[in-house]
């Protein structure tokens, strides 16, 4: 049986497993202090502590050691001591420094979300929104690329691409060729392929998911319509793809499916990864087993239309603070 | 005369071959270790020298070598950092251009306290003169029977590789100099875990610097409580400075710690003065990345007392009236120097050498050099120095590595002490293209005449 350790989060404690990450721990409480990640995705190795947009501020170490961390550390790589404490959405130094990251992303991102087939489901909007200044001092030339395809199904605009590497990280893990990357090196790196090449393997969609803004699109569906006009809806079906369990959600407009993606946990993660066959090929609703409506968060832009009882978060164990803090959590969701 | 430890010998022609270091002493130090020393009395040698680390961060050596975790069965390696690019740094280049062995000898003996089997030298790409001077010396070595299987009839196996660099200053970091080291892009690496637990190969690892490694040799020559006389404080031993900038004498020197700054830059033995019987204006004492004192503070604390060139001296004050000993790359600027133009061509320098990694760095380093660029060329706003400062403070401390400090720092430093510089290149934009604003505006002007030392 593995260790637990206890850390607070913004007043909230919480006991979670020996070398559990703080962003991690502070998802088991869930809410409002769970700090934001563009590049930390759960699902894939080594992602994290690149974007700086979950950093948070270590109060106190450990029972052991309980002297502050001199600097604001990446919550996501960064693992829980016993007793530790961390502030988040308590700290106005984290609040600024995470502004002035928002601030920072946005330099080279430009918040053209009437454009952006990403609208409605980009990470960095709600961060913006979120985190963000109302408006931004850089006032020098953004940096402009072509869009390129790479192969059928795939478009990257490299305008909006925040250079979180989730894409490469798939395309390491998840597929069996890689064949794009980073290339050259501070603001002028970009994600790549080699000399154009196409994307072209069993699970290259996924690089699609995984990408928190609209740098990586998917050409099927690309323009075809806005998320929040569609309704997405879980589905499954017997794929016969060894690493795929043919899970997905569907996102219909009227009778069509527009558009077909892996399904996504609260956190905006892909809970299993999917192939390319149920991804670009299976568009007709005979290709499915319908199981009900997917659950859309009440704060999403995409739950417009979308109408389900609501439900307090998770409680842990019982704890007063935890309580508290859910029910103004909930109070949140309540709609008038 | 300042005692030397490293350079003692560097006038003697033909000292970069194995016969004269030998001559000249070389390589007792690989005879008594090996022989006389178990690794753990050479780790409590260097810890008694107080050694810090030459690199930059001023890390007691003895200590980070304990730190190495020394699992059953795992390999450990010593890994040498030679990728010396900081501006205003040369040191480790003229150590390894003129006295090869005295770094190869510090391998020896210090992979051997280390327990490596397998140590690396990793040079800086563009730095192929060294490469293969250090690649002979490496030969000559082997073939005397200091490296290879068995050195010396001890049982101790030790092969040394000389690896060229990726040519990017982030691969000076530790642990982008492990990736490239490992044939990856050099991309610094999150810490922790430290190199000390999983560094190259995923194997414990010992990254030091070049005069680090080197100044090993005294400490186990002469022993860790004769180094630890020299010097002052808990800065001991001596120290390379490269110098450079408007100095009569520019040139790499090697100082006993606590030495004053004043009795540095004006006496003859080392920097002679300032070139051409100018006014010093400012200084960086430690490589580009650390902050920029105007002449006052750099002669002189703010009480008065005299500054020494220490580790605890030049960071007397924190960075509102000090700055850092870094790696010793000492800057001088006179009065005709111009503090705007100076800090954005440390900020291109900065901005050039991200590595793209972390958006701070990636997207701020550039915002910097691109606002300064306005100022400088006579475009600025007056709220642009604010923005600056505002941008700097949003990059340090929040990036992966210390690259982002090393950008932020040299802002922080100029705007906080030369501000009203900044502020003349916005209200005088003409002017400012045409003349430079020197040091005549600023409350406290220093003059200083050359200090002449007693024979």
């Known amino acids: ?336 | 005369m300042g005692r030397k430890l490293l350079l003692e010998h560097i006038n003697v022609p033909g000292i970069n071959t194995l016969e004269v270091y030998r001559q000249k002493g070389g390589y007792r130090a690989v005879e008594k270790a090996l022989k006389t020393l178990t690794p753990e009395e050479i780790v409590e040698e260097v810890k008694k020298s107080g050694l810090r680390g030459r690199g930059g961060a001023g890390f007691p050596t003895g200590m980070k070598w304990s730190f190495l975790a020394k699992p059953e069965g795992v390999a450990r390696y010593l890994v040498c950092n030679a990728d010396e690019s900081e501006p205003g740094t040369f040191k480790d280049r003229y150590l390894m251009t003129y006295i090869p062995h005295a770094l190869i000898e510090g391998m020896i003996v210090a992979s051997f306290a280390l327990g490596a089997k397998v140590s690396y030298i990793y040079v800086r790409g563009e730095m192929m003169p060294q490469i293969r001077i250090l690649e002979r010396a490496i030969a000559e070595a082997k073939a005397a029977g200091f490296l290879g299987k068995n050195i010396l009839g001890t049982g101790y196996d030790l092969e040394l590789y000389v690896q060229p660099g990726g040519g990017a200053y982030i691969c000076g970091e530790e642990t982008a100099l492990l990736e490239s080291l490992e044939g990856k892009r050099g991309n610094p690496r999150i810490k922790p875990p430290f190199p000390a637990i999983a560094g190259l190969y995923g194997c414990p690892t010992v990254v030091n610097n070049v005069e680090s490694i080197a100044a090993v040799v005294p400490i186990i020559n002469d022993g860790g409580d004769e180094y630890a006389k020299i010097g002052i404080g808990r800065s001991t031993g001596t120290k390379l400075i490269s110098a450079s900038g408007n100095l009569v004498k520019p040139g790499v020197y090697e100082i006993e710690l606590g030495l004053p700054v004043e009795e540095f830059i004006y006496s003859d033995e080392y920097c002679g003065g300032i070139a051409n019987g100018k006014r010093l204006k400012a200084t960086v004492a430690g490589g580009s990345s650390v902050p920029v004192l105007p002449a006052n503070l750099t002669l002189k604390y703010a009480n008065g007392e005299p500054r020494l060139m220490s580790y605890e001296s030049l960071s007397e004050g924190g960075f509102a009236t000090g700055t850092m000993m870094g790696s010793g790359g000492f800057i001088a600027f006179d009065e005709d120097q111009c503090m705007v133009r100076n800090t954005w061509n440390f900020a291109r320098f900065y901005h050039h050498e991200s590595c793209g990694q972390c958006s701070p760095c990636r997207e701020g380093t550039g915002w910097m050099e691109k606002v300064l660029h306005k100022i400088e060329h006579g475009h600025g706003k007056m709220e642009d120095v604010d923005l600056l400062w505002d941008i700097q403070r949003k990059i340090e401390g929040n990036t992966i590595c210390p690259l982002g400090d090393a950008a932020a720092w040299p802002v922080a430093s100029a705007i906080r002490h030369f501000r009203d510089e900044f502020e003349w290149h916005i209200k005088e934009p003409i002017k400012s293209q045409q003349q430079n604003y020197g040091i005549a505006n600023y409350a406290v002007p220093i003059e200083k005449a050359p200090v002449t030392e007693e024979k």
């Open chain 1, 1 to 336: 049986m593995s260790e637990k350790v206890k850390v607070t989060i913004d007043g909230i404690t919480v006991e979670v497993e020996n070398g559990t990450t703080i962003l991690n721990a502070a998802r088991q409480i869930g809410g409002d202090i769970v700090p934001p990640a563009m590049c930390y995705y759960s699902k894939l190795q080594g992602s994290g502590g690149k974007c700086r947009t979950c950093i948070v501020k270590v109060s106190k170490g450990s029972e052991k050691d309980p002297r502050p961390m001199p600097k604001l550390v990446a919550s996501c790589r960064t693992t829980v001591m016993d007793g530790m404490e961390v502030l988040n959405i308590t700290s106005p130094e984290v609040l600024e420094a995470r502004a002035g990251v928002v601030e920072i992303l946005l330099i080279n991102h430009p918040l053209d979300c009437p454009v952006c087939d990403q609208a409605g489901e980009c990470d960095l909007q709600n961060l913006g929104y979120e985190h963000g200044l109302q408006k931004t001092r850089y006032e020098f030339e953004r940096r402009t690329f072509e869009r390129i395809d790479i192969g059928d199904k795939i478009q990257l605009h490299m305008n909006r691409c925040i250079l979180c590497y989730r894409c490469v990280f798939v395309a390491d893990q998840i597929t069996n060729k890689r064949v794009h990357g980073i290339l050259n090196r501070g603001d002028h790196s970009e994600i790549s392929t080699y000399i154009q090449q196409a994307v072209e393997n069993d699970f290259s969609g996924n690089v699609i998911d995984v990408c928190p803004v609209g740098a990586l699109t998917d050409k099927t569906f690309r323009f075809k319509n806005r998320v929040w006009f569609t309704k997405p809806v879980d589905a499954h079906r017997n794929c016969d793809h060894e690493k795929c369990n043919g899970k997905v959600t569907l996102w219909y407009k009227g009778a069509d499916v527009l558009r077909v993606t892996a399904r996504k946990d609260q956190f905006g993660e892909v809970v299993e990864f999917i192939c390319n066959t149920c991804r670009f090929d299976k568009k007709a609703t005979a290709d499915w087993v319908i199981e009900q409506p997917t659950h859309i968060d009440d704060t999403s832009v995409i739950a417009s239309n979308h109408y389900e009882t609501l439900k307090p978060l998770h409680v842990i164990q019982p704890n007063q603070a935890l309580q508290d803090a859910n029910e103004i959590e909930l109070l949140k969701t309540v709609k008038y």
